[in-house]
């Protein structure tokens, strides 16, 4: 309810990262529709989605082909969990 402009604009998720403290490359957003990759995106921020929303996967990648797209939380769980590994 502190913004002005809601999704797909990028004012939430930039108000998070500057209470937070935290640059865009060291975050991610997980959504379930396709406004969210666009907002994701217009924050400069990895953004995953999860089918399980309201949009499809051709929904999905019409906003963008570069998208990680995960059928449920628990991909999305395991894609984090080794990406951690990876990176460590």
Do not use: H, Q
Not at 19 to 33: Q, R, S, T, V
Not at 47 to 73: H, P, Q
């Amino acid at each position: 309810d502190s913004v002005k402009n809601l999704k797909p604009a990028p004012e939430m998720l930039l108000k998070i990262l500057e209470y937070f403290k935290i640059l865009p490359e060291n975050a991610f957003y997980a959504g379930d529709m396709d406004i969210d990759l666009k907002t994701g995106i217009k924050a400069g921020i990895d953004t995953y989605i999860v089918l399980t929303g309201s949009s499809t996967k051709k929904e999905i990648l019409k906003v963008s082909k570069n998208v990680r797209i995960f059928s449920d939380l628990i991909e999305l769980k395991k894609f984090l969990i080794s990406s951690v590994f990876i990176c460590s």
